[in-house]
C-alpha cells in the first residue's frame, strides 16, 4: 500500500518538538547519539500514528554542527533502537548545517571551526549564532496502516 499525495505519507514538521524520554543506555554507541536516537524514535512513532502510517521507511532530519551529532553513529543507533517498532530498517537522510555566526564587534560573518568562537578580523567573542544548532526532523515517508 503506497502513500497518497498531500495525505499521511509525508509530514512536515516546523522543527525538533520530541519529547525528553528516559535513556537507557545502549552497549557500543555513542552516549549522544543513542540519546537522540531514542528521542527520535519517540517523534517518529508519534508522528507515524499522527497521520496513520503502519510503516516509517525514510527520515530526513537537518542538524547543525554545533549538536556534535556524528551522522553514521545516529543512524547505527537508530538502527538498534527502531528494532522492533515501525520504524525498523528506515533510511535516513541527513543535512548537515555548518556552524556561522556573525560578529556584532564588526559585522562580519564567520564560518565557526572547531567551535572556536573568536572573530578572526576583530578579535571579539562571537555571540550571534546564525545557524549550527538545528536538529529538525524535516519529513517522514512511510506506508499507511495496513489490516491488522
Ligand atoms: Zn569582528
Known amino acids: 500500500m503506497g502513500t497518497r499525495p498531500g495525505d499521511s505519507g509525508i509530514a512536515l514538521l516546523p522543527g525538533w518538538v520530541g519529547r525528553i524520554l528516559?535513556?537507557?543506555?545502549?552497549?557500543?554507541?555513542?552516549?549522544?547519539?543513542?540519546?537522540?536516537a531514542v528521542e527520535l524514535l519517540a517523534l517518529v512513532e508519534e508522528q507515524a500514528r499522527r497521520h496513520a502510517l503502519g510503516r516509517v521507511t525514510g527520515l530526513h532530519l537537518r542538524i547543525g554542527a554545533m549538536r556534535a551529532v556524528v551522522p553514521e553513529l545516529l543512524q547505527a543507533a537508530f538502527e538498534v533502537v527502531a528494532k522492533g517498532s515501525l520504524a525498523e530498517g528506515a533510511g535516513m537522510r541527513i543535512?548537515?548545517?555548518?556552524?556561522?555566526?556573525?560578529?556584532?564587534g564588526c559585522g562580519r560573518q564567520v564560518a565557526v571551526e572547531e567551535f572556536v568562537?573568536?572573530?578572526p578580523g576583530c578579535g571579539a567573542v562571537l555571540d550571534e549564532i546564525l545557524s549550527g544548532k538545528e536538529l529538525d526532523l524535516l519529513e517522514l515517508t512511510g506506508e499507511e496502516g495496513g489490516t491488522p
Open 117 to 119: 568562537f573568536l572573530c
Open 95 to 104: 543535512d548537515s548545517v555548518p556552524l556561522l555566526a556573525r560578529c556584532s
Open 22 to 36: 528516559r535513556f537507557d543506555p545502549i552497549p557500543g554507541l555513542a552516549m549522544h547519539e543513542a540519546s537522540i
